[in-house]
């Protein structure tokens, strides 16, 4: 069992940047694929970025590409999202998730993900 926790959401103003992160328990952690998810309120998970095993790959959504760089740091377990440029739409709880890297394909699915953080909130005002 894989336990992800996040950190580093808050409140920013419009063209400002966060830099989340997510810890975890695991030590193959280079051998599974990464996730960043958001959430907003009365709407779907939607995917945003995903980095592959050893970082050799990325893949952004396009509602986030050039602004949104993700990361990851096998030696600490962790996995970042680093956040610029950001948009009151980009407000949303932000969640990363992990699996094995059997494959790159079925990245952007939820339920390619078996394993979850709970979610750090991000706000952007206006």
């Known amino acids: 069992q894989v336990q992800l926790v996040e950190s580093g959401g808050g409140l920013v103003q419009a063209g400002g940047s966060l830099r989340l992160s997510c810890a975890a328990s695991?030590?193959?952690?280079?051998?599974?694929?990464l996730g960043w998810f958001r959430q907003a309120p009365g709407k779907e998970r939607d995917f945003v970025a995903a980095v592959s095993s050893w970082a050799v790959t990325t893949d952004y959504a396009d509602s986030v590409k050039g602004r949104f760089t993700i990361s990851r740091d096998n030696a600490k377990n962790t996995v970042y999202l680093q956040m610029n440029s950001l948009k009151p739409e980009d407000t949303a709880v932000y969640l990363c998730?992990?699996?094995?890297?059997?494959?790159?394909?079925?990245?952007?699915?939820?339920?390619?993900?078996?394993?979850w953080g709970q979610g750090t909130q991000v706000t952007v005002s206006s």
């Open positions: 695991e030590r193959a952690f280079g051998n599974y694929v």
């Open positions: 998730a992990a699996r094995l890297a059997n494959t790159w394909s079925g990245r952007r699915m939820i339920a390619g993900y078996p394993y």
